[in-house]
């Protein structure tokens, strides 16, 4: 597959730092190893290379979801990668689907949910905050998923539009909040996820879901740890992303009938 005017792509240096940019005939990007110009990769194989004015190979590649969630411009936290592809597995999250996420952030996660909903699904993402509503639209926008998802301004306790969804990820401070909103808005044997920092948001989001009727009730916490290989001192790296956030899932269950 070639590289086309106009595509995102990933730009890796020899010493392996990375640039997530868009290629324009004429356009440059300065480095650490000299200025790239990104018009040469036009017309070039994926996996193949360029180089800076001062002779240094950077290596042209197709970005990945992954890539793309890491690299976009955040106003808030984000939900990593190893977060978002429990949430996804856990919720059976997948083409068709609607879905309602409640706290965009920078949309990180609703790359994540746009991907896999596309391309006859909809992610229908809410956040109190307009400039961060904004950002996460513009990003979505550059990765090419806006049109598997709308953006709306409430807070969780007022409520979401739809109904009968598939679907629903609460990442907000009180995430308790959302969980009459959820309960409401999903269908029967719909799944919930939320996302909490600490224990005390967990137990009071547990509570929430049980008051609401939620079972299958649990929480994660998701740990990844990469291994520095080399020829006898194969090892762990120092540093990790450790933890990020709980992961509390449920199902919502439909009242039992009454007995005949």
């Not at 110009?37 to 001062?54: K, Q, T």
């Not at 042209?60 to 996804?88: F, N, S």
């Not at 952030?105 to 699904?121: D, I």
């Not at 990442?171 to 269908?187: E, I, K, N, Q, T």
Request: one cysteine or more; aromatic letters at 6%.
């Amino acid at each position: 597959m070639k590289v086309k005017e106009g595509a995102s792509v990933l730009i890796v240096s020899p010493d392996e730092k990375t640039y997530l940019v868009k290629v324009h005939s004429g356009k440059g990007m300065g480095t650490h190893l000299g200025e790239v110009n990104l018009g040469d990769a036009i017309g070039l194989e994926y996996g193949e290379r360029i180089y800076s004015n001062l002779r240094h190979p950077f290596l042209v590649l197709d970005p990945t979801l992954e890539d793309r969630m890491m690299k976009l411009k955040r106003r808030t936290q984000i939900i990593y990668p190893k977060d978002a592809g429990l949430i996804l597995l856990k919720c059976g999250v997948t083409n068709g689907m609607r879905v309602v996420e409640c706290g965009s952030g920078s949309g990180a996660l609703t790359m994540a949910l746009a991907n896999a909903v596309a391309p006859t699904g909809k992610v229908y993402t809410y956040d109190r905050r307009e400039e961060f509503s904004e950002n996460a639209r513009q990003n979505l926008e550059n990765a090419g998923y806006s049109g598997y998802v709308e953006f709306k301004h409430r807070e969780a306790q007022a409520g979401f539009d739809e109904e009968d969804v598939d679907v629903v990820i609460i990442d907000l401070p009180s995430p308790w909040d959302g969980v009459p909103a959820a309960a409401h808005a999903l269908r029967g044997g719909g799944r919930i996820a939320s996302l909490s920092p600490t224990y005390n948001q967990v137990e009071r989001c547990v509570e929430r879901l049980e008051q609401e009727g939620f079972v299958l009730i649990e929480t994660i916490e998701v740990l990844v740890r990469t291994i520095r290989v080399a020829r006898g001192k194969t090892r762990p790296v120092d540093r990790m992303v450790g933890h990020t956030g709980f992961l509390t899932f449920g199902t919502k269950a439909l009242p039992e009938s009454p007995l005949d």
